[in-house]
């Protein structure tokens, strides 16, 4: 189980809170983010978009893994790490954003250095992976520099902006891992249908904005 609050250089992974509002509407209403997300974050980003992320993110039990990226005293962005179920139960994908003003200040390089290397020492988690749209070439550069391996292209594989766009598999393994004994200690696996129930709609990326 990874902790709550992570606490990195000059900034913090921490739960969401109500009083992100603001903060959230600000930097998630930008058109770099959204086209940079997966199908289910919106643009425009609204109140009520808002209200409907914190309602899940900054719930009374907040879902494990979905950071506040907390930087200058407010929340400027959004990391999430989400475990599959079922064939995928020993794996997770990692997706995240940061709004423009705090962009190449190296804070997602090393937010999600320090979110992988805590996930990948989890006894059952062997595999964490990132999947990017082709022209979003920082955050594969992110990804790089935590050794992430390019895996594949998937040609033609996701439709936004009125563009049909190539999706790019990034992944890290834990390469000390013996396959079969990581799987058995999964545990009982679910139907691949519940592995992102109950996610803020904000948290998945089709490649994020960095």
Same mark, same amino acid.
């Given at each position: ?8 250089? #000059? ?5 969401? /809170?109500?009083?992100?509002?603001? +903060?959230?509407?600000? !930097?998630?209403?930008?058109? =770099?983010?959204?086209?940079?997300? #997966? ?17 899940? +993110?900054?719930?009374? @039990?907040?879902?494990?893994?979905? !950071?506040?990226?907390? +930087?200058? /005293?407010?929340?400027? %962005?959004?990391? #999430?790490? =989400? ?10 994908? $990692?997706? !995240? ?9 190296? $804070?997602? @390089?090393?937010?999600? %250095? ?6 990948? +020492?989890? &006894? ?12 979003? @070439? ?17 040609? /033609?594989?996701? !439709? ?12 890290? $393994? ?13 545990? &009982? ?10 996610? &803020? &709609? ?5 490649? #994020?904005?960095?």
């Amino acid at each position: 189980m990874l902790p709550q609050i992570i606490q990195c250089s #000059s900034f913090q992974l921490r739960p969401w /809170r109500i009083a992100d509002k603001p +903060a959230l509407l600000r !930097y998630a209403n930008d058109r =770099v983010v959204w086209r940079n997300m #997966s199908g289910n974050f919106p643009y425009p980003f609204t109140d009520a978009d808002a209200d409907q992320l914190l309602a899940v +993110a900054a719930g009374q @039990t907040p879902p494990e893994g979905i !950071y506040a990226i907390e +930087a200058d /005293r407010e929340a400027v %962005g959004m990391l #999430s790490i =989400v475990r599959g179920r079922h064939i995928e139960c020993c794996f997770a994908e $990692i997706g !995240y954003w940061l709004g423009e003003a705090h962009r190449g200040r190296g $804070i997602a @390089t090393e937010a999600v %250095g320090r979110v992988v290397e805590m996930a990948l +020492a989890e &006894p059952n988690l062997v595999r964490v992976a990132a999947p990017v749209a082709a022209w979003n @070439t920082p955050s594969m550069r992110v990804l790089e520099r935590n050794g992430f391996v390019r895996e594949a292209v998937l040609r /033609r594989a996701g !439709y936004k902006d009125g563009t049909l766009f190539d999706r790019v598999i990034y992944a890290r $393994i834990r390469e000390s891992a013996d396959p079969y004994v990581a799987a058995l200690e999964c545990g &009982p696996t679910h139907d691949m249908g519940e592995s992102r129930r109950g996610q &803020p &709609p904000a948290s998945r990326s089709v490649g #994020s904005a960095t």
